[in-house]
């Protein structure tokens, strides 16, 4: 079993759509969770972490976490063509710094 | 604010050779580290330095691999003698004292041949 587990898409959605992207862990020992935004070519980019139970919300950015199901998911209110990119998820364990990626979701952005 | 930076940006090596790869944190970052990403798999830990102590290095694939950070701030990262397997894209992260947020640098994609 793959310790962080993402559906690789890609995933499209048309422009201004909620786009609803999602990752399962494995570990129970997990405890901070990040999204990460790659573009072709470049490097991973933050853009949401969350550490307790619930939802975070950062602009048209909303991480939700649910550490019972041991799921993590990220959704993106109207959605832009400058949105499309691979977006990774991360987790790390209490105590570590040390990141375990999923493989990513290609997220598509339809005009 | 500089973010991290990592040079080279590519590098084409024969196997037996050795390359060298560089990276600078975001200025007062304590915390350094390095991934990898081979071809068709996820972004994988390497190692991580705490200023210029080797704080886990669990993820470091084997004794070809030699991470520095002298004066805790500038890392590399020597690859000696690289082999076929070694090629994929390394990247250096950085986070602040006490942060697991950490950011990326462009990554360096070294190609083995």
């Known amino acids: 079993q793959k310790e962080v587990e993402q559906n690789s898409g890609p995933l499209s959605v048309p422009e201004g759509a909620i786009a609803s992207l999602n990752c399962t862990y494995s570990?129970?020992?997990?405890?901070?969770f990040f999204w990460y935004r790659q573009y072709s070519g470049k490097s991973p980019e933050l853009i949401m972490f969350?550490?307790?139970?619930g939802d975070k919300e950062d602009g048209r950015f909303t991480a939700q976490l649910n550490k019972a199901s041991q799921y993590v998911s990220l959704l993106i209110r109207d959605s832009q063509p400058s949105d499309s990119a691979t977006y990774l998820c991360?987790?790390?364990?209490?105590?570590?710094?040390?990141?375990?990626f999923g493989k990513g979701t290609k997220l598509s952005v339809i005009p | 604010e500089a973010g991290v930076t990592q040079f080279p940006s590519h590098s084409v090596i024969e196997k037996g050779q050795t390359v060298t790869l560089r990276c600078d944190p975001i200025s007062g970052h304590d915390n350094l580290y390095w991934y990898r990403r081979v071809m068709g798999k996820e972004i994988k830990f390497l190692l991580h330095f705490v200023k210029e102590s080797k704080q886990d290095e669990s993820g470091m694939p084997n004794n070809r691999f030699l991470a520095e950070r002298t004066g805790g701030t500038y890392s590399t990262l020597k690859v000696q003698p690289a082999e076929l397997e070694d090629s994929g894209v390394y990247f250096c992260?950085?986070?602040?004292?006490?942060?697991?947020?950490?950011?990326f640098g462009q990554g360096t994609r070294l190609t083995v041949v």
């Open positions: 992260a950085s986070s602040s004292n006490r942060r697991t947020e950490a950011f």
């Open positions: 570990d129970r020992g997990s405890q901070s």
């Open positions: 991360a987790v790390t364990r209490a105590g570590s710094y040390q990141l375990t």
């Open positions: 969350i550490y307790s139970n």
